[in-house]
Each structure stands twice: as C-alpha cells, then as structure tokens.
C-alpha cells in the first residue's frame, strides 16, 4: 500500500511539473492528516475537557492577488472519562465554505480566512459499564452552525506539493451549550 501511495505521488510530479515553467497557482487541495486538538463543551451530566483527534481536509481556490474561497470539512472525535466508564465520547462533523485572505511569498503561502459550516454531534455518554454492556447510557444527536478563524502557512516542496500547518478554534452549540475546540492541524496539499 505505501509503495502505490509512494508511487502515485511521484507520478503526480513527473507528470504535472514542466521544467523552466512559471507555476501560477489555481487552487490546492488535500488532507490535513494530523489534528490534535482539546474539547471544551458539557452535557446534561458532566463537562467535558479533553483532547480530541480529527481528519479532514481543504479545497482552496485563489483569485487576484490575495483573495482565498473554497471548501472544508472533517470530523473530530473527543474520547472522556465518566464516573462509570472509559468509553464515552463526543464526535462533531462538519463542513461549508470559507472565505479570506492569501499571500504566496517564495515558497511560503500565508492564509487568514473565516469558516462557517454545518456539522452534527453525537454523544455516547456512557454512565455506568459492566464489561461490553452498558447498563446506563445516552445518546445524544444535534445539528448545529459551526465556524471558525483558520490561519494556515504552506510550504512548497516542489511546485505542485506543499505541506501545510493551520490552526483553528471551531466553534458551536452542544445541548445550549458553547463548544470550542481549538486544534492544530498539519497535511498535505496538491497544487496547480
């Protein structure tokens, strides 16, 4: 599997990158791999704090000089401890546009934009566990408005791949109350 991955990724550079030719670039796209992140929201029976792990991914379409629109989406689970179990957690999924601000300088790309989606919770809130049975739990489902500030720096390994970094705080309603995850996040994107 790493050697087809390995293989389609060097086939995308042979086959996109023209020698001497001044790369303009359109758009870039990929997954963003790597996204720790911390929760910050309650239910009806406890708060929640705890770290959370995502993936996701960016669709970024540049016009004129600076300006930035596109797609993002993706999915972030939150694992935490209940008086009577291990194996609760709350999972938000998410996505809608964004718009904002970029600026390519050597092989950096700056980008400042404002997200504003939709996303969904679900919330396993395990009271007490025996083993695999749950004697008391709840399930929990909502829809909400999510948005967000997303600051990212790209860097350009060769004209058409850049590894990026981005930070960013979602924001929301769980259960009339506010959620907040601000999450670090790292991938990869293909450009033309």
């Keep these: 599997m790493k050697r087809i991955i390995l293989g389609l990724i060097c086939l995308l550079m ?69 008086t009577g179990s291990d194996n609760s957690y709350i999972n938000l999924g998410y996505g809608g546009p964004f718009f904002g601000f970029s600026h390519k300088s050597g092989k950096f790309r700056y980008t400042a934009s404002a997200f504003a989606g939709m996303g969904a919770f679900r919330n396993l809130h395990i009271e007490n566990q025996t083993g695999n049975y749950l004697s008391n739990a709840n399930l929990y489902k909502a829809s909400t408005i999510v948005y967000s500030p997303i600051l990212s720096v790209d860097y350009a390994i060769t004209k058409r791949i850049y590894l990026t970094a981005q930070t960013l705080c979602l924001m929301g309603e769980f259960q009339n109350q506010s959620f907040y995850n601000p999450t670090f996040q790292m991938g990869i994107l293909f450009s033309r």
């Design 14 to 82: 042979v086959t996109t990158g023209k020698a001497g030719e001044e790369v303009k670039n359109l758009y870039s796209g990929g997954m963003l791999i790597l996204q720790p992140g911390y929760t910050i929201t309650g239910n009806d029976h406890q708060d929640i704090r705890d770290m959370s792990s995502s993936i996701g991914g960016i669709l970024r379409m540049y016009f004129g000089r600076c300006f930035t629109a596109g797609i993002y989406g993706g999915s972030q689970k939150t694992h935490y401890k209940t």
